[in-house]
């Protein structure tokens, strides 16, 4: 079927309500004519016509293939030919199903309130007028309802007349609902064999046994209401039609549960959706299927029948089916893919994050050591300065500094080329607290600095790496202070108990209240050189379980403690 977007199929959409009234207009006449008559079977052939106008399948504005041209020939042919009342019934059971479909997909008043007088229209032509017709005559008297076909009926038609069609000619999609349209035309036909079955059994006339009939099946369906939702402290009927729904195996339910399996299972997020896809073709419509990111393409299955494309995000994907998909498998289809492309940009972040975490990791280790260098290079320039202010006989004291700082400023280098090696193996690297103490006072012997204690015989373990940075860093800002207040004092101590604790005090100005918010926990540009190196100890501090806080800013008192958190001694003591 191709789309020819005539003049006609537009006018045919435009006055649906018109075509809709015509059709019924003829089949009032139809029914009053009578079908097996030459005339009626006329009627009949342009009611047909009418409906396939009006039909809410096939849009108007499709050409018709030969085949099925000849189909719908053939269909019309056969209900002329075996045209028949009990047939009437059965098409005005359909035609109320259609509209009974229809009539709740409207949300304007005139619309829904016009569809409604078709649906009672159609209902009563068939309870009052056509079923009477095909019964015999002793028992009912068709000629009342006859009256009620010529002049009680028709006088719905000025009634739909009068409604207002704006809205439902500007409307789009045609939708019905086949459970409603189901569930009406079951309705009926209860309404019309139970209503046969009465008489039969009460030996009463057809309208008392209709009576009774509807008044059965309006008990009966209030009795199902209440029992689907009793509102009386106990579950109702509509519990164990969900757990029946709940309970049944779907194929995309399975689909779902493989696509969560291969979620936890594939982190790469192309090998992901290839798995997915690849469960995929096990659904019973799917031939195969096609699929392309930019990271790749692929397929899985036999790209044989219909084609169906969806594009959803970064994934296009092609399916193939054994026949055209259905509005509703479309949709499902389009659900599926919109899950899948979500999933694999998760898989596509996930990856993103994990290489942005190494790179950081790599940067981390990179700051640490520039760190550790410069530390070192400040040592050996030290060593330089005390060797040009010797001359050329070293005095036993500046021999004895060789020998004390050349051994561990080469052991502190290999250290150093350790981490930039394996920098995830890098270790606490212990080293005992009165060794450690009388180095720290060795290196900066001729800077002026107060020790607290002056001496410290202890074998308690403290990881080196981690006081060498802290107090390196610390006692570096601090001179770097003294250097524009020659008379600052600078203290350090160190306490053993319970844990090893670093301080670090000196009797200058404060820290500035903007520097302070931010010292420690980010990077901070100042002329003095604070902020990069207490922000890269602090994170140092807390990759060995320590933490790096200032005990006290004041002016005349500016405190740094190294040590292990509150929480942590607070759970040691105890």
């Not at 047939?87 to 479909?101: C, K, P, S």
């Not at 936890?264 to 096990?282: G, N, T, Y």
């Not at 004895?400 to 995830?424: S, Y």
């Not at 207490?534 to 500016?558: K, S």
Request: charged share 15%; glycine share 8%; net charge neutral.
């Amino acid at each position: 079927m191709k789309p020819t977007g005539s003049a006609f199929a537009r006018f045919a959409q435009q006055q649906r309500r018109w075509v809709l009234l015509s059709f019924l207009g003829l089949l009032h006449l139809l029914v009053l004519q009578g079908i097996e008559s030459g005339v009626g079977r006329t009627l009949l052939a342009v009611h047909i016509g009418l409906f396939i106008l009006w039909q809410p399948f096939i849009r108007a504005e499709l050409r018709l293939s030969g085949l099925q041209l000849a189909a719908i020939l053939a269909g019309v042919a056969a209900a002329l030919y075996w045209a028949s009342g009990w047939l009437l019934i059965l098409w005005i059971m359909a035609l109320a199903g259609m509209i009974g479909g229809k009539v709740f997909f409207f949300s304007e008043r005139g619309a829904k309130v016009f569809y409604l007088l078709v649906l009672g229209y159609l209902i009563g032509l068939l309870l009052f007028v056509m079923v009477p017709q095909v019964l015999p005559s002793p028992l009912v008297r068709s000629v009342e309802y006859l009256l009620l076909a010529k002049y009680v009926l028709p006088a719905l038609f000025p009634v739909m007349l009068l409604l207002p069609a704006e809205r439902e000619a500007e409307s789009g999609a045609e939708v019905i609902d086949f459970v409603y349209s189901a569930f009406i035309f079951l309705l009926l036909a209860v309404l019309v064999l139970g209503g046969l079955a009465s008489m039969l059994l009460l030996k009463r006339s057809y309208f008392e046994s209709l009576v009774v009939t509807i008044i059965v099946l309006s008990t009966v369906l209030l009795v199902m209401a209440w029992a689907w939702n009793p509102r009386m402290r106990f579950a109702g009927l509509n519990v164990f039609f969900s757990r029946y729904l709940l309970s049944v195996g779907l194929p995309f339910e399975q689909w779902l549960h493989n696509l969560a399996d291969n979620l936890q299972r594939e982190d790469e997020p192309e090998k992901f959706l290839a798995a997915s896809l690849e469960d995929m073709i096990l659904l019973p419509w799917v031939n195969g299927c096609e699929w392309q990111v930019p990271g790749g393409r692929g397929s899985n299955g036999r790209p044989e029948g219909q084609r169906s494309e969806f594009q959803r995000g970064q994934l296009r994907l092609a399916i193939f089916t054994q026949q055209s998909l259905s509005p509703a498998l479309i949709w499902h289809f389009d659900l599926l893919a919109q899950l899948l492309a979500e999933f694999y940009e998760a898989k596509l972040r996930a990856a993103e994050l994990q290489q942005i975490s190494y790179v950081k990791a790599i940067h981390q280790t990179g700051a640490r050591l520039t760190h550790d260098v410069k530390n070192l290079l400040q040592s050996l320039n030290a060593l330089c300065l005390a060797a040009t202010s010797e001359g050329e006989s070293p005095s036993p004291e500046y021999q004895a500094l060789l020998r004390r700082q050349l051994p561990v400023i080469a052991q502190r280098l290999q250290q150093t080329m350790d981490k930039l090696r394996r920098p995830e193996l890098e270790g606490a690297q212990l080293l005992a607290a009165g060794r450690w103490w009388e180095a720290l006072q060795s290196r900066y012997a001729r800077e002026g600095i107060s020790f607290i204690p002056a001496r410290l015989d202890s074998e308690q373990p403290l990881p080196a790496t981690l006081f060498n940075s802290a107090a390196e860093n610390l006692l570096e800002n601090a001179l770097a202070k003294k250097k524009d207040a020659p008379k600052l004092q600078i203290s350090v101590g160190l306490g053993l108990d319970p844990q090893p604790t670093l301080t670090v005090c000196d009797d200058g100005a404060a820290i500035p209240a903007e520097v302070r918010e931010t010292l420690l926990r980010e990077p901070v540009a100042s002329s003095a050189g604070l902020g990069i190196g207490l922000y890269q100890t602090a994170r140092h501090a807390q990759f060995y379980g320590y933490e790096l806080r200032v005990m006290c800013n004041e002016p005349g008192r500016v405190c740094f403690e190294l040590g292990r958190p509150a929480e942590a001694d607070s759970a040691t003591v105890g």
